[in-house]
């Protein structure tokens, strides 16, 4: 069994392999596995990773400086299911197209990328900002904000 899971974590879909439904959302883990709810956290509060707390408020994370430009994390896990989860974090734009949020699990179809802080034009794809187990981690997170 330990195997089979180092084998998932060895093999992420690739971003540009991700199978979106109408709605959005990713219906089957990004890497195989259930991801850490308290790695998830993590993610999600360090402005070098996820940094959803600059735009989101999540009252249960002890996060200075909480965002209000994105509605509020609380209660997330009884609105949407892992999938729609594991969508929105993935590319939100294929559940709301105008949407600001970063998409977070892409490498191609930016309009004008940069290469990091060169300022010249990107030379290909770059790279996801969050990995296959980041975002699962961040998925299972957001599955346990519950309405209390």
């Known amino acids: 069994m330990t195997l089979a899971a180092g084998a998932a974590y060895a093999n992420p879909v690739a971003p540009g392999d991700v199978s979106f439904s109408d ?5 089957e883990s990004l890497t ?11 993610v999600l509060a360090d402005r070098g990773a996820g940094n959803c707390v600059a735009c989101h408020k999540i ?3 002890d996060a200075a400086f909480q965002g209000t430009v994105g509605p509020s994390l609380d209660g ?3 609105r ?13 734009k294929h559940t709301f197209p105008g949407t ?7 490498t191609a179809g930016y309009i004008r990328p940069g290469d990091e802080f060169s300022g010249k034009a990107a030379k290909g ?5 969050l990995s296959a187990e980041q975002v699962e981690d961040v998925v299972a997170f957001l599955t346990t904000l519950k309405q209390q």
């Not at 195989?32 to 993590?42: C, F, L, M, N, R």
């Not at 794809?125 to 900002?129: E, G, I, R, V």
């Open 100 to 106: 600001i949020m970063p998409s977070f699990y892409k």
């Open 23 to 27: 709605t959005g959302a990713i219906a």
């Open 125 to 129: 794809d770059l790279q996801p900002l």
């Open 32 to 42: 195989g596995t259930p991801g850490d709810a308290a790695s998830g956290a993590k």
């Open 76 to 78: 997330v896990g009884d």
């Open 59 to 61: 009252s249960s994370l």
């Open 80 to 92: 949407w299911d892992s999938a729609q989860l594991r969508g929105l974090v993935a590319n939100a």
